[in-house]
């Protein structure tokens, strides 16, 4: 079974109606408003808005190009090529390039008329307000994308959960059997998230950002991290007691794992943490040394992570969430 989405059922619904309109209102060439309104249904509401307005405007070029050139030269179909090589490049300068399909409708439109009256002008401005109309009432619905931006939240933070549980095992035994899936279908997971949050945004008319597009370019900068420290940790040949240590503080990590933001809790821990190791006794052979200056170097690596989510002020509020939730 094939799926119809919400925007294919607009598109037929809103050509039908903009023909259906046009025939109401006797125009000619009435069927032009429905690929008019095909031709402006987007994906977002304010795609749509840009789009239609350029696609208007380029029509009243296209108008104005067509009687100089068609009333001026004559109605031959050399006439028509000169014309776009006129008119494109107009259309491209006012940034009204999406036009440029729509508008050749019109033109050929006036071309087979082969006079260019004042009615025929007001018919073709009215079958481009019908179809661009048409369209713009059509995508002021737009589908609630909150509970598929949920998901990949969710997935992505389960996601990182398995990486850290891995960076734990092999830090307590040195196992490296995992096959790193988690690595591709998270960077996946997150470009999906980003493009789907972004387009939330553009559905919105008052709303410059989005919440969730933050967070996902929260993950993603954490995630980076994440891709690097993976080789320091692999390198680690040798058992100490820091890797213990920061075992038990990736555990912590990775049990609070979640969209709201108290991660200066663990920033104090990774602190004490840092300080502890400090008093510790000095390394007894290279390898414990070489051992320690990686673990070390993953702990500033860890505390980058966290001053990333400390700045990013949370999705929902903080009682909504278990009180040991923080990264």
């Keep these: 079974m094939f799926k119809i989405g919400y925007r294919t059922l607009k ?65 031959y179909p050399f006439v028509i090529g000169l014309l776009l090589l006129f ?10 390039k999406e036009g440029i399909v729509t508008s050749s409708v019109i033109i050929l439109h006036l071309y087979t008329s082969s006079h260019i009256t004042f009615s025929l002008v007001l018919n073709e401005i009215a079958l481009i307000s019908t179809g661009i109309g ?18 990949y939240q969710l997935k992505i933070e389960d996601n990182l959960s398995k990486i850290f549980l891995e960076i734990e095992e092999y830090l307590l035994s040195n196992d490296s059997s995992w096959d790193g899936k988690e690595i591709t279908e998270t960077a996946q997971l997150i470009n999906e998230a ?4 972004f387009r939330d945004v553009e559905n919105h008319f008052m709303r410059h950002e989005n919440l969730y597009y933050h967070y996902f370019k929260m993950r993603e900068k954490q995630f980076e991290i994440i891709e690097r420290v993976l080789p320091i940790i692999t390198s680690i040949n040798v058992t100490v007691d820091q890797a213990q240590i920061i075992a038990e503080f990736i555990q912590e ?29 000095l390394p007894e052979t290279r390898e414990e040394f070489e051992a320690r200056a990686a673990l070390l170097h993953f702990v500033r690596e860890m505390e980058q992570y966290l001053v990333l989510k400390s700045q ?3 999705i929902i509020a903080e009682h909504e969430f278990r009180p040991s939730r923080a990264t």
């Design 11 to 75: 598109t037929a619904l809103g050509a039908a109606f903009a023909i259906s309109l046009a025939q109401l209102f006797q125009l000619d060439n009435f069927a032009s408003a429905g690929i008019l309104t095909i031709l402006c249904i987007q994906v977002t509401k304010k795609k749509s808005l840009q789009t239609s307005w350029a696609r208007f405007f380029a029509c009243l070029i296209a108008i104005l190009f067509s009687f100089v050139f068609f009333e001026g030269i004559g109605y």
């Design 87 to 96: 008119f494109i490049p107009v259309t491209v300068i006012v940034h009204a």
């Design 134 to 151: 048409v369209a713009l009432i059509m995508n002021l619905y737009m589908p609630s994308v909150d509970k598929k931006l949920k998901e």
């Design 194 to 197: 980003k493009t789907l949050a």
């Design 253 to 281: 990590v990775r049990e609070a794992i979640h969209p709201g933001n108290t991660a200066h809790k663990f920033l104090v821990k990774l602190h004490h943490m840092r300080k502890s190791f400090e008093e510790m006794p």
């Design 312 to 314: 990013f002020k949370g």
